[in-house]
């Protein structure tokens, strides 16, 4: 069947991934591969422009590929590559970055929050990112990026950034990408009150032995209102319930949404139940995740070889925008 168009989306070399980044972000990914051709990028460099040490990188790199891979991303219909290997993009975001008024760049909410975050490393990279992602998403002729509605603005911003640079230069070399709004799940962390994120500490991986999941499970915030076994809860306020509500069979969410109101059940039991129905979900992923990691350099050669494919893409858009720009 002829796919829809091409999906590009990257996300930065975070090493393992947890529930919230596969609900967020990779179950999506997965299921764009029937309808589109997907690039995915991790993004390296864009990592360069927060990370302190570089040391954890590759490993990082390595094990978040393994996790896509293990939830469903088929490297022989998609595109997995690393940003770095396909040093064109420095290129193309060089050209970009002359169509870009600096204002708009340093008025970004997002670069503000980023002073505030790093007042000690405000980089020119940091001021430059938005354009990086623009460069990132047109050098391979993307028909769609796939965003949350809170991501929408950047996308409008990468939008105005080719139409500056199609009229700067009289051309229709670049391709404005549409936007796919996708329903972001926002997962919270095991505290019951951030978003789940490794940098905050409140995340489950999804690669962890059963035994570790509900050692994690176990650690979960409830509803603050149950003291005593005794109290009766409400599963509406509380993490855990939302976790049954995507992870376990309808029988189990019901059983618990009438027996936490009259504390016909306890929080430790709740919790159990949860982590079982997880690791139950989680088994396949766990299993091909274990013999994809057997398999000898496989991750790399995925890599790689999308590296060469992603490329091959590339090199051709440089050509046209290098001709465009009429370079001597
Ligand atoms: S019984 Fe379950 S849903 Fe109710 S407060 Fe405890 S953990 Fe939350």
């Given amino acids: 069947m002829a796919k829809k168009g091409r999906v590009f989306s990257g996300a930065r070399p975070t090493?393992?991934?947890?529930?919230?980044?596969?609900?967020?972000?990779?179950?999506?990914?997965?299921?764009?591969?029937?309808?589109?051709?997907?690039?995915?990028?991790?993004?390296?460099?864009?990592?360069?422009?927060?990370?302190?040490?570089?040391?954890?990188?590759?490993?990082?790199?390595?094990?978040?590929?393994?996790?896509?891979?293990?939830a469903g991303i088929r490297p022989e219909d998609s595109i997995l590559f690393v940003q770095s290997h396909v040093p064109e993009v420095m290129e193309?975001?060089?050209?970009?970055?002359?169509?870009?008024?600096?204002?708009?760049?340093?008025?970004?909410?997002?670069?503000?929050?980023?002073?505030?975050?790093?007042?000690?490393?405000?980089?020119?990279?940091?001021?430059?990112?938005?354009?990086?992602m623009t460069a990132d998403i047109v050098l391979y002729k993307t028909d769609i990026v796939p965003v949350?509605?809170?991501?929408?603005?950047?996308?409008?911003f990468a939008r105005e950034i080719v139409r500056s640079f199609n009229y700067r230069y009289n051309t229709k070399v670049l391709v404005e990408p549409q936007v796919k709004h996708t329903e972001v799940l926002k997962v919270l962390g095991i505290d019951g009150r951030e978003k789940m994120s490794k940098s905050l500490n409140n995340h489950i991986e999804l690669a962890l032995t059963p035994e570790e999941t509900?050692?994690?499970?176990?650690?979960?915030?409830?509803?603050?209102?149950?003291?005593?076994?005794?109290?009766?809860?409400?599963?509406?306020?509380?993490?855990?319930?939302?976790?049954?509500?995507?992870?376990?069979?309808?029988?189990?969410?019901?059983?618990?949404?009438?027996?936490?109101?009259?504390?016909?059940?306890?929080?430790?039991?709740c919790k159990l139940l949860l982590a079982n129905n997880l690791n139950k979900h989680l088994e396949p992923f766990r299993a091909k995740r274990t013999e994809l990691a057997?398999?000898?350099?496989?991750?790399?050669?995925?890599?790689?070889?999308?590296?060469?494919?992603?490329?091959?893409?590339?090199?051709k858009t440089m050509a046209e925008v290098r001709e465009a720009i009429a370079l001597p």
């Fill in 92 to 132: 193309l975001h060089m050209y970009l970055s002359m169509v870009t008024p600096l204002g708009k760049l340093t008025d970004l909410p997002t670069f503000k929050e980023k002073i505030r975050q790093q007042p000690d490393n405000v980089n020119y990279g940091l001021v430059g990112y938005p354009v990086l």
């Fill in 214 to 269: 509900i050692k994690r499970v176990k650690e979960m915030v409830t509803d603050p209102a149950r003291v005593k076994r005794t109290d009766p809860g409400n599963p509406d306020v509380c993490n855990v319930f939302t976790m049954h509500k995507i992870f376990s069979p309808q029988s189990d969410i019901d059983m618990v949404n009438t027996e936490c109101r009259t504390a016909g059940i306890g929080c430790v039991d």
């Fill in 294 to 315: 057997s398999q000898q350099n496989y991750v790399q050669d995925v890599i790689n070889d999308g590296g060469k494919r992603a490329r091959a893409i590339a090199q």
């Fill in 148 to 156: 949350g509605i809170d991501q929408a603005p950047h996308l409008e």
């Fill in 15 to 70: 090493g393992r991934q947890h529930l919230g980044n596969y609900l967020g972000a990779i179950k999506n990914y997965v299921a764009m591969q029937a309808d589109y051709d997907c690039v995915y990028c991790i993004v390296d460099v864009h990592a360069l422009t927060t990370v302190e040490t570089t040391q954890d990188l590759k490993q990082n790199t390595v094990e978040m590929a393994l996790d896509w891979l293990a």
